[in-house]
């Protein structure tokens, strides 16, 4: 009972580079821009930039643990179904942070 997968056409074949292109462009540009904040983010923070240093180091190990899983995760559930979780996700916890300030004792 093995089904066959359908053969991508030609021209995902072409796109697919172009969008992995985009993507590790994006994250690379990410990366830069918190290396080029830090100096301004610290100075807000009344922190010194070496201290902040972990901030870079923390963002960049989180992304590198939780691409792969959501690759994985996409792939075991669906992309569909896994998109719809991430955008519940990011909707969701933005909006209940504020909650949690207005009602600290819940």
Not at 23 to 44: C, E, G, H, V, Y
Request: aromatic letters at 10%.
């Amino acid at each position: 009972m093995s089904e066959e997968l359908p053969q991508p056409t030609v021209s995902i074949k072409k796109i697919l580079p172009l969008i992995l292109a985009t993507a590790i462009f994006m994250q690379m540009l990410d990366s830069t821009i918190l290396n080029t904040s830090l100096p301004s983010i610290a100075k807000d923070l009344k922190e010194s930039p070496l201290n902040m240093q972990n901030a870079i180091i923390s963002y960049v190990l989180t992304l590198a643990v939780f691409m792969p899983a959501s690759g994985f995760l996409a792939d075991r559930f669906g992309t569909k179904r896994f998109s719809s979780f991430h955008l519940f996700c990011s909707v969701w916890v933005p909006f209940s942070a504020p909650c949690h300030r207005i009602l600290p004792s819940w």
